[in-house]
Nanobody, 117 residues
Framework: QVQLVESGGGLVQPGGSLRLSCAAS????????MGWYRQAPGRQRDMVAT???????HYADSVKGRFTISRDNAKNTVTLQMNSLKPEDTTVYYC???????????WGQGTQVTVSS
């Protein structure tokens, strides 16, 4: 059974930093692309950042230069370092992982990020 366990959300002031981490487990064939998405109430879930197993990254325009995604393939973990946070970054963030063989999408339970003074 594949599980994604997230940690690191919380409350931070504008301009501050947070680090989100996600540990994936339960698939002996490993994981392909991993990443982070976010979703506000009543809105669609949007990509924030993704990273392939080879290390290729992709960022939403709104977070380029502020957020950095990384992963540890040996541990099946993905991390999102968020700097220069803005109030508009406030929402629930979801970890994503593509399990291999068969390829299946998995999501974490979501972690709240609140940027407010």
């Amino acid at each position: 059974q594949v599980q994604l366990v997230e940690s690191g959300g919380g409350l931070v002031q504008p301009g501050g930093s947070l680090r989100l981490s996600c540990a994936a487990s339960g698939n002996i064939f490993g994981f392909g692309t991993m990443g982070w998405y976010r979703q506000a109430p009543g809105r669609q879930r949007d990509m924030v950042a993704t990273i392939t197993s080879g290390g290729t990254t992709h960022y939403a325009d709104s977070v380029k230069g502020r957020f950095t995604i990384s992963r540890d393939n040996a541990k099946n973990t993905v991390t999102l370092q968020m700097n220069s946070l803005k109030p508009e970054d406030t929402t629930v963030y979801y970890c994503y992982a593509l399990a291999l063989k068969p390829t299946t999408d998995y999501w974490g339970q979501g972690t709240q990020v609140t940027v407010s003074s």
